[in-house]
């Protein structure tokens, strides 16, 4: 049975590294910090922190003279904003060396600071011609995404969504449980077991991607180990980024009940129909329908199941699943029980949902 989450040693790819200032760090621009209590209180019970920043690390005094970018997105200057001074060449002398280093760190992610010249890693303004437009990386950022472009990384500012937050979290112990595979001697049969324990997680994010590492496994005695173990990472990471939809969770739920179809009585099965179509409507969050199938898994012993990383691919600490997700369908309901407008409600979540996913790298699945 696979490693799950508790079972993981602080000391195995347990470390996520965070902009220094949201940590509390006082090393911004102007001797502050931008403490992010989530990520100190929450994700520190988990994980070990490790605090980088960039424009100390390349040998900047605090405080100093803002930073911002300037000229081509795909080749921006590190411009100072009063004294015009250009520290671009320096700034990219320490970003090699970092990513470097980092690689003894072993990393199982990484949150930057949003807006940075040097650390955000989306909509970071650059200048052209006196004229900001919000479509470029910060430096740092950057030079991280080249290195490891598999690494689950995020901004703290989009944390506050409750998606992505909840899609990065489970990218995080993913990709942890992933690499202590890699190091615990992995085999072909190991993989075929590490495949068929997240078989239906990846079907929540991604049933094309998990019918593609289907294929890439059933065909791995044909290819060299390290070409298949490659090859499965990157499907891997690749199909979690895709976002879970309701529509997605839905079918997975429906496919997990079809393993009890001999104990549950009529009644308990339009129950547990009824509640999965609650969480498909967005009355429920999935934490509802997923504690009821748990609570048959124990029941039955369904031993298929309780190998399933689905059931609890992160600690219940972390409070995800909580919200139900807004859809169509349930703002008519909603209408009986608001006050409000619920067609406002709903346009105001969509807006917000569409100005996240225009830059967001996970392209989500209908």
Same mark, same amino acid.
């Given at each position: ?40 209180? #929450? ?57 470097? &280093? +980092? ?34 990386? =910060? +430096? ?10 598999? +690494? ?14 909840? #899609? ?53 005695? #044909? ?14 990471? #690749? ?34 129909? &009824?509640?999965?179509? =609650?969480?498909?409507? =967005? ?50 309901? +909603? ?11 709903? =346009? ?19």
């Amino acid at each position: 049975m696979l490693t799950p989450w508790k079972d993981f040693p602080l000391t195995d790819f347990s470390t996520i590294g965070v902009s220094s200032c949201l940590l509390g760090e006082q090393v911004r621009y102007d001797g502050g910090h931008k403490h992010d209590r989530y990520i100190t209180d #929450n994700l520190g019970r988990w994980f070990n922190l490790l605090p980088v920043c960039p424009e100390v690390g390349c040998g900047l005094p605090v405080p100093r003279d803002s930073m911002r970018l300037e000229g081509d997105p795909a080749a921006p200057r590190l411009v100072t904003r009063n004294s015009r001074m250009d520290r671009t060449d320096r700034m990219q002398a320490f970003c090699h060396a970092k990513v470097v &280093e +980092l690689e003894s760190e072993e990393l199982c992610g990484f949150i930057f600071k949003k807006d940075s010249p040097s650390s955000g890693l989306f909509r970071v303004k650059i200048y052209h011609d006196g004229i900001a437009t919000k479509n470029s990386t =910060g +430096l740092f950022a950057a030079a991280m995404a080249r290195h490891f472009p598999l +690494l689950p990384m995020e901004e703290e500012g989009r944390l506050n969504d409750p998606d992505l937050r909840e #899609n990065f979290i489970e990218r995080l112990f993913c990709y942890r449980r992933w690499k202590i595979f890699l190091t615990s001697g992995p085999t072909v049969g190991r993989l075929v077991e590490f495949h068929a324990g997240h078989k239906l997680l990846m079907m929540a994010h991604s049933p094309a991607i998990y019918r593609a590492t289907g294929t890439l496994v059933a065909n791995g005695g #044909n290819l060299p180990l390290p070409e298949l173990l490659k090859s499965y990472e990157e499907l891997f990471m #690749n199909g979690l980024a895709q976002h879970t939809t309701p529509g997605k969770n839905a079918d997975v739920l429906r496919h997990m009940m079809g393993y009890f179809k001999k104990e549950l009585t009529t009644g308990e099965k339009a129950e547990l129909l &009824e509640v999965i179509k =609650g969480y498909h409507d =967005g009355l429920t969050p999935l934490v509802a329908p997923l504690t009821l199938l748990r609570h048959y898994v124990r029941k039955y012993d369904q031993q298929y199941l309780l190998g399933q990383i689905y059931l609890s691919p992160y600690p219940a600490e972390l409070m995800l699943h909580l919200e139900p997700k807004l859809t169509p369908l349930a703002l008519p309901r +909603l209408h009986r029980h608001s006050a409000a407008d619920p067609r406002q409600q709903g =346009g105001i979540l969509m807006k917000r949902r569409e100005k996240i996913d225009q830059t967001d790298p996970a392209v989500q699945e209908a």
